[in-house]
């Protein structure tokens, strides 16, 4: 029996359905739900019809789909097979195996049973020493809006979550002004901009266009070229004091043994006056459902997953001294709402490198 065998059979055992998954696959629910950093890696090919198909890059929004043409609301999958990625230095095609939660109401039960389930999955093929690191972009998110950092930055912070350097870009922008970054726009764009009147901004940019004899369709339309030219002076117009922005970065520091998570978010609090809702709740039930599962479990404020459909708790498993992570997973709640549910269906799954297994045979 190969290690896939051991891993697909353990996760049987929990209940979980084997969907075949085929390897070529639709190219946009992956280039509409996944961010920059999972669609600048896919294999993209096209069909004399016109219509983007790719390389299976992951398993988990092909089982959302095939869970949804079901119709069902709960159900537990498992999957394993070949996934394709641009990874730089590492192989471009390589093994997954994983499981994915659909439908369970309770999301910290949920949340807990699948680290559990990832842990006695790498446990069956046979790992040992193994590390837990936990991320919340739940509590980033609450952290933002309790230190009321500019509404106009909060996007692009959530979306930059997990990718440190893009942060501390985003951080030094939002210390400094620009000064007039609009000076060399005309009176009649200028205007609207400042007023942030999209409609007469949008006519502004329509008439420039008409009299320059660019073409108004075939690329940015004067609408998307107000909207973003709006979104950017609002972006300029924010500044971060220098308080908000030490605290944030204290928030973001943060890195401790999550037993000692719940002590340390109330002492952040209390420090700042503010409240995380739920925070020390949420990270002390978590603590309390895994404390028998592995002895070196982190809580770590700035780790999240560069997936956008990813939005609450996150995780990866190491075996310990290792640089890269033998399981990856969290909440994705969004994600099925996104492939066209017309309700929320909570979710909750991991992804699993086989290729990273010690004694690996797949």
Not at 319 to 339: Q, S
């Amino acid at each position: 029996m190969t290690t896939l065998d051991t891993i697909l059979k353990t996760l049987e055992a929990t209940g979980c359905m084997v969907p075949n998954i085929d390897l070529l696959q639709p190219a946009d629910p992956f280039l509409d739900t996944t961010g920059e950093d999972l669609r600048r890696r896919i294999f993209i090919t096209q069909e004399n019809s016109g219509k983007m198909f790719c390389l299976r890059p992951e398993f988990t929004i092909p089982v959302c789909l095939r869970h949804l043409e079901k119709g069902w609301i709960k159900a537990r999958y498992a999957y394993s097979g070949k996934v394709f990625r641009q990874r730089g230095d590492e192989a471009h095609e390589f093994t997954q195996a994983g499981f994915e939660n659909l439908g369970s109401e309770n999301a910290n039960d949920a949340d807990i049973d699948c680290i559990k389930t990832a842990l006695h999955v790498l446990e069956q093929a046979g790992q040992k020493e193994l590390s837990l690191v936990l991320g919340d972009q739940a509590i980033f998110v609450s952290a933002l809006e309790a230190l009321r950092i500019p509404q106009a930055w909060r996007k692009k912070l959530i979306r930059a979550f997990g990718d440190d350097a893009m942060i501390g870009q985003y951080l030094d922008q939002m210390s400094s002004r620009n000064g007039s970054a609009w000076k060399n726009l005309s009176e009649e764009i200028r205007a609207p901009l400042e007023a942030r009147n999209l409609e007469t901004l949008t006519d502004a940019i329509e008439g420039e266009m008409l009299e320059q004899g660019l073409p108004l369709s075939g690329g940015r339309t004067p609408a998307a070229i107000a909207e973003r030219l709006i979104e950017k002076a609002e972006l300029a117009s924010e500044k971060l004091d220098a308080d908000k922005r030490a605290a944030l970065e204290e928030f973001l520091a943060i890195d401790v043994d999550l037993k000692d998570a719940s002590d340390v978010i109330e002492s952040f609090e209390n420090k700042h006056g503010i409240m995380l809702p739920l925070a020390r709740d949420e990270l002390y039930a978590r603590y309390e459902g895994l404390k028998d599962c592995a002895e070196d479990m982190k809580y770590r404020a700035s780790f999240g997953r560069r997936l956008d459909y990813y939005t609450g708790f996150v995780f990866e498993v190491y075996r310990n001294g290792e640089a890269n992570p033998l399981v990856g997973g969290g909440r994705y709640d969004r994600l099925l709402t996104l492939l066209g549910s017309p309700q929320e269906i909570p979710a909750v799954g991991f992804a699993l490198w086989a290729d990273r297994l010690e004694g690996v045979d797949v």
